[in-house]
C-alpha cells in the first residue's frame, strides 16, 4: 500500500473552494454564475466556458496564491501526498506573468509541483514566453498544452514542437491534452513533435494499435480524469472508462481529478469510482495510485 494519493492533473483555476469562490466574487463585485458545475454530456467547448467565471476571480497574486495555498491544504487533508497544479499565467493580468507564477509557487510552498499551461490556438511565442518562466524557478516542473483544437486555429499541434523541445533540454516535464475525444493520431503527435512524457485523458488511445506500441514503447503515463471524461461527454459514465483495458495492456496510467470545484469531486472519491469499474481489481487501482507517484516530474 502506498503512503498516500497522487494527482498530477489538476487545473488550478477549476479548482477553487466553493467557499473561496463566493468570498473572491464579493471582494472584487464580480457576479458569478450560478451554474459552475460541469453535468454529464456538456461536451468539452461548455466545460473550458466554465473557466471565464473562476480566471475573473483570480486576476491578483493575492487570489493566486490563496487558490493555490487551499489547494495543497485540500489535497493533503484528502490523503494526496504527490501532486501537481497546473493553470495558464497568460490570463491573469493583474501582475506580469512571472509574479503571477511566483504568486502559485508561494501558495503551493513545496507542496506540489506547478506545470504552466499553454492553450491550443495560442502562438508558439507564447509557449516559449512559459518555457523562460519555467527555466530558472525549479518549482514549475512542466509545460502543458491544454484545451482542444478548433478549426480556426492558426497553429497545428505540431507547431508547439520546438517550444516543448526546449522545456524538455532544460529538465521541464512535457504533458499535452490528447485524445480527449479526438482521433488517436493527435496522441502520437505530441509524443513524436512535443516529446510528451505524458498524455492528459487520451480516452481513444486504443483506436490505434500503433498509438498503443508507441505510448508502450516510450513508457507514457497517461492522466486519466474519469469524472471530468462523463461530463464533456467523451465517455457515456466512468464505469465506461477504458482504464482497465489500459493496465491489462501494460500501458502507465493514473487517475485525476482535472477540476475539483466544477467536477465536485475529490481524488479519495475519483479512485473509489474507478474501482466500481468492471475489470478494475484493488491491486489495479494500487497499480493506478503507483503510476501518479511513479509518473511525476521532478526538476
Known amino acids: 500500500m502506498h503512503a498516500g494519493l497522487a494527482d498530477l492533473h489538476r487545473h488550478l483555476d477549476g479548482s477553487l473552494r466553493p467557499a473561496t469562490a463566493l468570498a473572491l466574487a464579493a471582494d472584487s463585485g464580480i457576479s458569478v454564475r450560478d451554474d459552475l458545475r460541469f453535468h454529464p454530456g456538456m461536451g468539452l467547448g461548455a466545460a473550458l466556458e466554465r473557466f471565464a467565471s473562476t480566471i475573473a476571480l483570480l486576476q491578483t497574486e493575492s487570489s493566486i496564491r490563496r487558490v493555490a495555498a487551499e489547494i495543497a491544504e485540500d489535497a493533503m487533508r484528502d490523503g494526496v501526498t504527490t501532486m501537481e497544479v497546473r493553470f495558464a499565467p497568460q490570463f491573469h493580468r493583474g501582475a506580469t506573468m512571472d509574479r503571477i507564477v511566483d504568486a502559485a509557487l508561494e501558495g503551493l510552498a513545496g507542496r506540489a509541483g506547478l506545470i504552466l499551461c499553454g492553450l491550443y490556438g495560442d502562438p508558439p511565442e507564447l509557449l516559449e514566453a512559459l518555457v523562460d518562466l519555467a527555466i530558472p524557478r ?102 465506461d472508462h477504458p482504464l482497465p483495458h489500459w493496465l491489462a495492456l501494460g500501458i502507465r496510467a493514473c487517475v485525476n481529478t482535472d477540476n475539483t470545484l466544477f467536477s465536485d469531486v475529490t481524488a479519495s472519491e475519483e479512485l473509489r469510482r474507478v474501482g466500481e469499474i468492471p475489470g478494475m481489481t484493488d491491486a489495479l487501482c494500487e497499480r493506478v495510485i503507483a503510476c501518479g507517484h511513479e509518473g511525476r516530474f521532478v526538476r
Not at 138 to 149: E, K, N, Q, R, S
Not at 220 to 238: F, K, L
Open 138 to 239: 525549479p518549482g514549475v516542473v512542466a509545460l502543458d498544452l491544454a484545451g482542444g483544437p478548433l478549426p480556426a486555429h492558426r497553429w497545428l499541434l505540431a507547431d508547439y514542437g520546438p517550444a516543448f523541445l526546449r522545456a524538455g533540454r532544460h529538465g521541464i516535464g512535457r504533458t499535452v491534452h490528447a485524445g480527449e475525444g479526438r482521433p488517436p493520431d493527435e496522441i502520437a503527435t505530441a509524443i513524436r513533435a512535443l516529446g510528451a512524457e505524458r498524455i492528459g485523458h487520451g480516452t481513444t488511445l486504443l483506436e490505434d494499435p500503433r498509438v498503443v506500441e508507441l505510448i508502450l514503447e516510450r513508457g507514457v503515463t497517461i492522466e486519466g480524469c474519469p469524472t471530468s471524461n462523463v461530463h464533456t461527454g467523451v465517455i457515456a459514465s466512468v464505469r
